[in-house]
């Protein structure tokens, strides 16, 4: 009976140590990350862009060059006299953009999230913190294509159907 006990007790205390060191690595994982959150925000400067659409752009959404992510979407919102939307991100402060560079949304595959990409301009002046991108192209919407090349097709085979319809009628003559 004290050999089971013994053995119980024993188990008891791997589980609490076990159970302690899981502790100790969610906790350095948790510092790791807030410290890693607190680093990564001081090396970013702020940029604003305002698109006509945004479709599929939300809150953390990479901001990449080159295909790299060099920083993310920190906030959306209409413009209420313009009604465009403003978007701004942040961008490592190792990437300097000249003024006259781009941001187009654009997304990874059809199905995929969107982001922002940055086409880098030839101006040597730079752009700041803060400052207003000018050069910008919306999302472009999946939708939007499909019935536009839809109704093409269409109205094409409409067309081709008229003009057949008088070449036989005239040829019949």
């Not at 680093?39 to 970013?44: K, N, V």
């Not at 961008?91 to 595959?109: E, G, H, K, Y």
């Amino acid at each position: 009976m004290e050999r089971v006990s013994a053995i119980q007790t024993r188990r008891q205390t791997a589980e609490i140590i076990v159970g302690m060191l899981v502790l100790a690595v969610l906790l350095l994982m948790l510092v790791l990350a807030i410290a890693g959150r607190y680093r990564s925000g001081g090396d970013d400067y702020i940029l604003k862009a305002d698109f006509n659409q945004i479709d599929g752009l939300s809150i953390g959404s990479d901001v990449r060059l080159a295909g790299i992510t060099v920083g993310h979407v920190a906030t959306t919102r209409v413009d209420p006299k313009t009604y465009r939307a403003n978007v701004t991100f942040t961008v490592d402060r190792s990437v300097a953009l000249p003024v006259d560079s781009a941001a187009i949304i654009t997304s990874d595959s059809l199905l995929g999230g969107k982001y922002i990409a940055l086409s880098p301009g030839g101006d040597t002046a730079l752009l700041k913190s803060g400052q207003l991108m000018s050069i910008t192209q919306g999302s472009i919407s999946l939708e939007q294509l499909l019935s536009k090349f839809i109704f093409s097709v269409t109205d094409s085979i409409q067309k081709n159907d008229r003009s057949d319809g008088d070449n036989g009628g005239s040829s019949l003559k």
